[in-house]
């Protein structure tokens, strides 16, 4: 795969927008969606905790916004160093962060109420009450319904402009937001239980896929090497958001338990040997000002937060970096965050 593809700004209808050398393709998708009904409908979809008083704990909203400055910050970092290697052009660096940064904040559009909770309840909703059209060429885009595949359908067909187009995003954004190349109607979707589009939308991923160069010489279909990224941004969103939110909610024994554990582990790397000093002077600010020891723990929770996510963002990086042959043949199969966690656990 060659980024000059994977980085394509065609669309399935020629786009009649003002062409403009300060911004590209990918922005342009990133402006169309942003007031988007679509968009706002995640500000009332539960991230993790539902119904909630405060305007602390995320929304899928929220997190979504998260997602995409991660995303974004992920594209920046490694189309740097890939332009530093003569791995991309002078122009794709800004391109893949533009890419990113709305992929991520487009992620969850499709995801049903509940999450994969919701999934599941159209699935068997399906099964049990449709079992008698099952041999329908749509039939298995319900059995095998999926947040992921949802979101392309959004995109590309439900959230109507003015044609049936969609938003009408380009192939470079649709070909990242595919996160398992294959359809629901493919072997791969009875073994693995997921899929990444709709057979219903079959004939515009292909398309996605010949202009993205993701599908082989060998006729079988890739991932997009900005998936991994996407995936990673959202890992890192919201492993450490979940904590922070569940903090603010009391639920979490942070002096009592997890504050020590934490620390003992961070101990054991290099690049969290700071992160000690850096929950003292939240502490030691705390104590200066008065706080309670609630807004004192939500505040040492929301360091950990950022510190965490920042060398997660570098890990992740240098991970993509160091597979990046592979990456880019399609014999990549792991996680940029699991793949960095495992080495560092196994070396110590």
Not at 271 to 282: G, I
């Amino acid at each position: 795969m060659e980024w000059g593809k994977l980085l394509s700004e065609e669309r399935e209808r020629p786009s009649n927008s003002k062409q403009e050398t300060f911004r590209n393709a990918f922005d342009m998708d990133y402006e169309r969606v942003i007031s988007s009904s679509s968009i706002r409908r995640l500000q009332d979809k539960t991230q993790l905790y539902p119904l909630q008083e405060n305007d602390f704990t995320r929304t899928r909203l929220t997190h979504s916004l998260e997602v995409s400055s991660i995303a974004r910050s992920l594209g920046r970092r490694v189309g740097h160093e890939l332009l530093k290697k003569n791995e991309m052009k002078p122009d794709e660096p800004s391109k893949l962060a533009s890419l990113l940064g709305v992929a991520g904040l487009v992620h969850d559009l499709g995801n049903p109420p509940f999450g994969h909770y919701g999934e599941d309840i159209i699935r068997n909703w399906f099964d049990k009450n449709w079992s008698g059209n099952s041999d329908k060429t749509w039939a298995v885009d319900f059995k095998y319904f999926d947040g992921n595949a949802m979101t392309i359908r959004i995109l590309s067909r439900l959230q109507c402009l003015k044609d049936r187009y969609g938003m009408n995003f380009s192939y470079g954004t649709l070909g990242t937001l595919v996160k398992y190349p294959w359809g629901s109607s493919c072997e791969k979707a009875k073994v693995k239980n997921k899929i990444g589009y709709f057979e219903s939308d079959k004939e515009l991923i292909q398309k996605v896929f010949k202009a993205t160069g993701m599908t082989n010489g060998s006729g079988s279909t890739n991932r997009h090497p900005a998936t991994f990224l996407l995936e990673a941004a959202d890992d890192i969103a919201y492993l450490f958001a979940d904590l922070e939110d569940t903090a603010k909610k009391g639920y979490l024994p942070w002096d009592e338990k997890v504050k020590d554990e934490i620390l003992n582990v961070a101990s054991k790397f290099d690049r969290f040997k700071n992160l000690k000093d850096e929950l003292t002077k939240v502490y030691e600010t705390a104590e200066a000002n008065n706080l309670s020891s609630s807004e004192r723990v939500i505040n040492e929770v929301m360091v950990l937060r950022v510190f965490c996510q920042g060398v997660c963002i570098e890990s992740v990086a240098e991970e993509f970096l160091e597979h990046y042959p592979n990456i880019m043949v399609g014999s990549y199969d792991g996680e940029l965050l699991e793949g960095y966690r495992t080495k560092k656990i196994i070396n110590l």
